[in-house]
Nanobody
């Protein structure tokens, strides 16, 4: 089992920045990738970004390219999501996920084994 704990959410004005963190514990030695998803009220959970654990390849949703940056610290078993130029449309609960199933894609929520509890990000003036 893997436990994921997100932190760093909060209220920020449009144009502002936030950095989310996700700390993994437990059977982290088998982690192949980690990702971020978000879910706004009344909407489906959507892919935001993902990173492979060995090579560090990154993937982004078109809506966040150029504004969000995903990174990881292998020694700390932690991934980060740096968000800049935030917009009201970015308001959502952000979830951390890890361990993509075999023959699956890093952009699909259903492909991940483990999930964090989520952290609220609110972009509002």
């Amino acid at each position: 089992q893997v436990q994921l704990v997100e932190s760093g959410g909060g209220l920020v004005q449009p144009g502002g920045s936030l950095r989310l963190s996700c700390a993994a514990s437990g059977r982290t030695f088998s982690t192949n990738a980690m990702g971020w998803f978000r879910q706004a009220p009344g909407k489906a959970r959507e892919f935001v970004a993902a990173i492979t654990w060995s090579g560090g390849s990154t993937y982004y949703a078109d809506s966040v390219k150029g504004r969000f940056t995903i990174s990881r610290d292998n020694a700390k078993n932690t991934e980060y999501l740096q968000m800049i130029s935030l917009k009201p449309d970015d308001t959502a609960v952000y979830y951390c996920a890890s361990q993509v199933r075999a023959r699956c894609t890093v952009t699909a929520a259903g492909c991940y084994e483990y999930w964090g509890q989520g952290t609220q990000v609110t972009v509002s003036s």
